[in-house]
């Protein structure tokens, strides 16, 4: 198994979530115009841009040679486990948001 490959879907998945549960934050500040609303939406914001750098990076260091190769084979299970379980937590999210 390719851990780059399923780090990256993963972190692309992450971004489609984190889209989701954006537009139910943003529906909700709407609705309820709090700190707390605009907190969220923030926080959402900011994951979905580390999620969009992560991918850009390792995309990067991924086609960058040979000579770096070993580095990032070596990171890639990390990455993959540390993206897997964001998927996990903002998978709970969206099914809570959306209850």
Do not use: C, E, H
């Amino acid at each position: 198994m390719d851990f780059m490959i399923a780090a990256a879907i993963a972190a692309l998945l992450n971004i489609g979530l984190l889209g989701t549960i954006i537009t139910i934050y943003v529906q909700n500040i709407r609705l309820i115009k709090s700190y707390f609303t605009y907190g969220l939406v923030t926080v959402a914001s900011s994951f979905m841009i580390q999620n969009i750098v992560i991918v850009i990076f390792w995309f990067n260091l991924y086609t960058a040679g040979p000579a770096i190769k070993a580095v990032v084979d070596a990171a890639a299970p990390y990455l993959f486990i540390i993206n897997l379980a964001q998927t996990i937590g903002l998978a709970v999210m969206v099914w809570i948001n959306t209850k």
